[in-house]
């Protein structure tokens, strides 16, 4: 155990966990709780930034630790919980809003990419987004945030408020955090569309494999995943010409333990028909057990709910002392 390291993490529960949230996230949560204190949080006050169903919003928030302990997150080495019952991201975040400035904000692209067209009707929750997962982080002074790639620009974000309010209060109070991005697949990308990343708000199924997919939904799935009309290419160079394939093959290459290079040489100039019986293979070999253990858990929404209860005393009890301090530093009395 890595006594100054602390992992913080979140997972927004808007629906369905997937291959991407698994590969680029989940799988790395669940590595890093024997080497370290991790703390892993359902983030249910960004998940309102867009309108949730509150129903949903209940129902996504004990899937999602579900999600967590299925693939592997232990509640007795990790502390689990969810955002809205610690006060104390919602006061940080507050504080962070004085910090961070407009500029900073303006350049975040996830936020152009999830207003579009329509800025001006987005939510202010959504614009400042990144200043509530600067206060996550820093809430209990996280010093590693293992995340997939498309947030390495909100990290970025964090380091930057950590900064600056160590510099405007003169006190050494935040560490700056270091993002944890897989080297291997750090973006799933859509099985429809390989410039796109995997994502939950796509409109369709056929672009994801959700960890609930049962064997015949990866199958289909798979089998109608767009690929190219060429033989495999036999070389790295060649692939990465090829988005789609190289997705697929990233996949493939993750989940077997096997190197881009040992798959380009098992898969090189085959049909892609092979590769993607491979695929479904080991897809159903790795996935189809957390979606059982989902369902399961689901079963005993008491369980789920005295999970998340035991990990905010936990996390409580590490904020309370940290936001003092912060609090006598900005002056409130
Ligand atoms: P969220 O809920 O969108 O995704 C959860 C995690 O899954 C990763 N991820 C992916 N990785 C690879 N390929 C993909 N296609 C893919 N899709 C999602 C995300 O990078 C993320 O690590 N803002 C965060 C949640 C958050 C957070 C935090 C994270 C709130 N506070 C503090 C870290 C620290 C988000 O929306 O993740």
Redesign the pocket.
Same mark, same amino acid.
């Given at each position: 155990m890595d006594k100054n390291k602390l992992v913080?993490?979140?997972? *927004?529960p808007?629906g369905n966990l997937?291959l991407?949230?698994y590969?680029?996230?989940l799988k790395n949560f669940v590595a890093l709780q024997d080497q370290t204190k991790c703390i892993y949080?359902v983030?249910d006050l960004?998940a309102i930034t867009v309108f949730q169903d509150p129903k949903d919003l209940k129902n996504n928030i004990l899937e999602t630790t579900a999600g967590f302990l299925a693939t592997g997150l232990d509640n007795k080495k990790s502390i689990i919980f969810n955002q809205s019952a610690v006060s104390g991201h919602a006061e940080l975040a507050w504080i962070f809003n004085c910090v961070a400035r407009v500029g900073w904000l303006n350049r975040m692209t996830q936020f152009k990419e999830k207003a579009g067209k329509e800025k001006e009707k987005a939510s202010v929750g959504l614009y400042i987004?990144p200043n509530?997962?600067a206060a996550?982080?820093l809430l209990y002074k996280a010093t590693h945030?293992?995340?997939?790639?498309? *947030?390495k620009q909100?990290l970025e974000l964090c380091r930057d408020i950590a900064q600056k309010f160590n510099n405007d209060f003169k006190k050494n109070i935040f560490p700056i955090p270091e993002p944890l991005i897989q080297k291997n697949?750090?973006?799933?990308?859509s099985l429809r569309d390989g410039t796109k990343?995997?994502?939950?708000s796509d409109e369709s199924d056929y672009s994801r494999i959700d960890l609930k997919d049962t064997a015949d939904d990866i199958i289909k799935k798979i089998k109608k995943a767009k690929s190219d009309t060429s033989s495999i290419p036999d070389n790295l160079k060649d692939l990465e010409k090829k988005p789609e394939a190289l997705n697929l093959i990233n996949i493939y290459s993750d989940l077997s333990e096997m190197s881009l290079e040992q798959v380009l040489n098992e898969v090189r100039g085959k049909d892609y028909s092979y590769l993607k019986n491979k695929l479904s293979e080991v897809l159903i070999e790795v996935i189809c057990p957390v979606g059982k253990k989902i369902k399961n858990l689901l079963e005993d929404k008491s369980y789920l709910e005295k999970v998340l209860r035991e990990g905010t005393e936990k996390a409580r009890n590490l904020a309370v002392h940290n936001i003092k301090e912060v609090r006598n530093a900005v002056g409130f009395i």
């Open positions: 913080f993490s979140g997972v *927004q808007t997937h991407g949230n590969l680029g996230a949080c983030v960004h987004y509530l997962m996550d982080i945030v293992p995340v997939g790639a498309d *947030q909100h697949i750090s973006r799933v990308m990343k995997m994502s939950k």
